[in-house]
């Protein structure tokens, strides 16, 4: 691979994806999506081009014009600014039409088909991050009890469960009691909204959907994440160890061992 088509969505991986392609001496060409890409993208790309969420053709435009090998998807697209910021060309409506739902795997999965379509094959961008997947057992803060185990073994089953259908990925319980689970509004939204109900001492599991795509859909956390849990008090973060992205690690367990939030890989 020479050149990598990146489609760029919202968070720090973009970024760790590029930075990691120009390390391995790959040429970059992005496409960002406005309001939700990270200006500071451009420095670490070739080209970059500013798209609106939908616009399907011009991202295969883009890519083959800049003769890409192969391409990745890195970030997401929030959910709540798609009724301010979705404007779906001709191709992203017809794809839509034939795969009749607009669930994140269905979509996804649709735009991969096309961009497939043209001879560009979507490929998983973690390799190109060094370090970047949770490992087994606890990485930062002190120690679960028996009973905070109890919890998130139980949070990995809700968030499995409700990952049959595409609902979300993570799920809150404090003391054997679900307090919430993420649907359209967001993982911090939903924290958010359990803290309010149970108080402080949440436990935390982030889980991939079963039959996920991993290659561009897997649960990730980063600085934020901590930052978040931190706020509402939360006690336990668990991510599926060899699954969920860890992005910017130092920073991720820093923030989680200042502020005292346990994170564990689950396996």
């Given at each position: 691979?020479?050149?990598l088509?990146?489609?760029?969505?919202?968070?720090?991986?973009?970024?760790?994806?590029?930075?990691?392609?120009?390390?391995?001496g790959v040429?970059?060409?992005?496409?960002?999506?406005?309001?939700?890409t990270?200006?500071?993208?451009?420095?670490?790309?070739?080209?970059?081009?500013?798209?609106?969420?939908?616009?399907?053709?011009?991202?295969?435009?883009?890519?083959?014009?800049?003769?890409?090998?192969q391409?990745?998807?890195?970030?997401?697209?929030?959910?709540?600014?798609?009724?301010?910021?979705f404007?779906?060309?001709?191709?992203?409506?017809?794809?839509?039409?034939?795969i009749?739902?607009?669930?994140?795997?269905?979509?996804?999965?649709?735009?991969?088909?096309?961009?497939?379509?043209?001879g560009?094959?979507?490929i998983?961008?973690?390799?190109?991050?060094?370090?970047?997947?949770?490992?087994?057992?606890?990485?930062?803060g002190?120690?679960?009890?028996?009973?905070?185990?109890?919890?998130?073994?139980?949070?990995?089953?809700?968030?499995?469960?409700?990952?049959?259908?595409?609902?979300?990925?993570?799920?809150?319980?404090?003391?054997?009691?679900?307090?919430?689970?993420?649907?359209?509004e967001?993982?911090?939204?939903?924290?958010?909204?359990a803290?309010?109900?149970?108080?402080?001492?949440?436990?935390?599991?982030?889980?991939?959907?079963?039959?996920?795509?991993l290659?561009?859909?897997?649960?990730?956390?980063?600085?934020?994440?901590?930052?978040?849990?931190?706020?509402?008090?939360?006690?336990?973060?668990?991510?599926?160890?060899?699954?969920?992205?860890?992005?910017?690690?130092?920073?991720?367990?820093?923030?989680?061992?200042?502020?005292?939030?346990a994170?564990?890989?689950?396996?």
């Amino acid at each position: 691979m020479s050149k990598l088509g990146i489609i760029a969505g919202n968070g720090v991986f973009p970024i760790e994806v590029a930075a990691g392609a120009r390390r391995h001496g790959v040429s970059v060409i992005a496409v960002a999506h406005l309001n939700e890409t990270d200006p500071a993208l451009e420095k670490y790309v070739d080209e970059i081009t500013w798209i609106k969420i939908g616009e399907l053709e011009r991202i295969i435009e883009v890519f083959k014009r800049g003769g890409v090998d192969q391409a990745a998807m890195a970030g997401g697209i929030s959910r709540a600014r798609l009724k301010d910021s979705f404007a779906p060309d001709a191709r992203a409506l017809q794809m839509l039409a034939r795969i009749g739902r607009f669930s994140d795997d269905a979509v996804l999965r649709g735009v991969a088909g096309e961009v497939e379509s043209e001879g560009i094959p979507i490929i998983d961008p973690v390799p190109l991050v060094a370090d970047a997947l949770a490992r087994p057992g606890l990485a930062a803060g002190p120690q679960l009890s028996e009973a905070q185990l109890q919890d998130l073994d139980l949070a990995f089953a809700v968030a499995r469960q409700i990952g049959n259908f595409d609902i979300g990925q993570t799920v809150a319980v404090r003391d054997g009691i679900v307090a919430a689970v993420e649907a359209v509004e967001g993982t911090d939204a939903a924290l958010r909204r359990a803290a309010q109900l149970m108080g402080k001492r949440l436990v935390v599991a982030k889980s991939a959907k079963p039959g996920q795509d991993l290659r561009f859909d897997r649960p990730a956390i980063g600085p934020a994440t901590i930052a978040l849990l931190a706020e509402i008090g939360a006690a336990v973060l668990g991510v599926e160890a060899g699954v969920t992205l860890v992005l910017d690690r130092a920073g991720t367990i820093e923030a989680a061992r200042v502020s005292g939030v346990a994170v564990y890989g689950h396996v």
